[in-house]
């Protein structure tokens, strides 16, 4: 059973860092990539990792800021973010998918979490 299970979300102030981590299970992907989904909006995108972890695509808003990464041995893919703002508030949800390039489209990931919950005060 193919199963993503996030972790590292919690309750911080503008400027702070969180690290999310998303533990992978019944298979190994080829990109993984982090969404996030804010109260009212629509899922959008916020970084992808191809399987070597040398490709990576951010979204425009978080570039500088946050680092996707992967731990091959592990089967685990990280979201190092720094410099929080209020606006990144959020669920941010883990990703799996076939395609090797990562990219922003959700239809190229096959398989969910259930999301960890982001909330960064002023």
């Known amino acids: 059973q193919v199963k993503l299970v996030e972790s590292g979300g919690g309750l911080v102030q503008a400027g702070d860092s969180l690290r999310l981590s998303c533990a992978a299970s019944g298979r190994t992907f080829n990109t993984m990539g982090w969404f996030r989904q804010a109260p009212g909006k629509a899922r959008e995108f916020v970084a992808a990792?191809?399987?070597?972890?040398?490709?990576?695509m951010y979204a425009a808003f978080v570039k500088g800021r946050f680092t996707i990464s992967r731990e091959y041995a592990r089967n685990t893919q990280l979201l190092q973010m720094n410099s929080l703002k209020p606006e990144d508030t959020g669920t941010y949800y883990c990703?799996?998918?076939?395609?090797?390039?990562?990219?922003?489209?959700?239809?190229?990931?096959?398989?969910w979490g259930q999301g960890t919950q982001v909330t960064v005060t002023a």
């Open positions: 990792v191809n399987l070597s972890g040398r490709q990576t």
């Open positions: 990703a799996g998918g076939s395609i090797a390039d990562p990219g922003a489209d959700q239809s190229r990931y096959t398989d």
